[in-house]
């Protein structure tokens, strides 16, 4: 069982990254950019020449690793956890290459009940590593299926507060967005070498078909979305973007992007996999 106090307490200490720009254009690579080599617009995300950085690479630079299974000590039952949300807060543009420096911590662990799961919530802290300027926050939301009932009916902490819904006007902006059939095994070279995304049979021993892609995989595909339809393609508008992951995809498959304007600065948006019909995820953004 979980360990409230000691799990509430962790801390990553922190974690240096060096990363250039030949991986700022493998992340960009390993969410479908550069698919078509004669668009300017994918270019810029893939190419040295005028490389820009997208704003979602913050939520894998300096990442604390795998400590939720190695530190055995906090009782997390991390072959059931699931990634529920993801958000990213974006306080100076990112280098297309550079030295980083992150620290985590959990901030919040709610208890949903017995059989229920718990809910818990890590932030990342992302700076400069010679300056100390602070690049970005960025928040990750785990559904952790086998822990609920930690705290013995107190709860743990409070929930937070939920996304809002998406609208449900006819969208501004509609985006079909191909998923390459290898895109998993090339986003797993941006950090995350869990074999669920690249072996067939640890994929079909957790109930799935065939190797899944990456839930940050198809959050940074939203991201790249919002910025291309209501960001006139330029990464530093984006200040926030936060989207609850809803089902798994399967690379190869086609993802529907749907986005509202819903304030001068604020876009609601959801993904959709085309062939099956089902909600990937559904998010917001603020732009400026």
Known sequence: MIDYDKTKAWRSGEVHHAFTTRDTILYALGLGLGSDPMDARQLRYVYEKELVALPTIAAVLASPGAWMRERTELGIDFLRLVHGEQGVEIHQPLPVSGRVMGESRVTRLVDKGEGKGAVMHVEKILKDAASGT???????????????????????????????????????????????????????????????????????????????????????????????????????????IRARLTSPVYPGEVLRFHGWRVAHDEVAFTLSVKERGVAALYGCAYLV
């Open 134 to 240: 602070l690049l970005a926050t960025a928040e990750q939301v785990l559904f952790l299926r086998g822990d609920g009932g930690f705290s013995g009916g107190t709860g743990g902490d409070a929930p937070a507060a939920a996304l809002p819904s998406v609208p449900e006007s006819a969208p501004e902006a509609v985006l079909d967005i191909p998923t390459r059939p290898e895109a998993a095994l090339i986003y797993r070279l941006s950090g995350d070498m869990n074999p669920l995304h690249a072996d067939p049979v640890i994929a079909a021993k957790a109930g799935f078909a065939k190797p899944i892609l990456h839930g940050l995989a198809t959050w940074g595909i939203a991201g790249r979305a919002v910025v291309q339809l209501f960001g006139e393609n330029e990464p530093s508008r984006m200040r926030r």
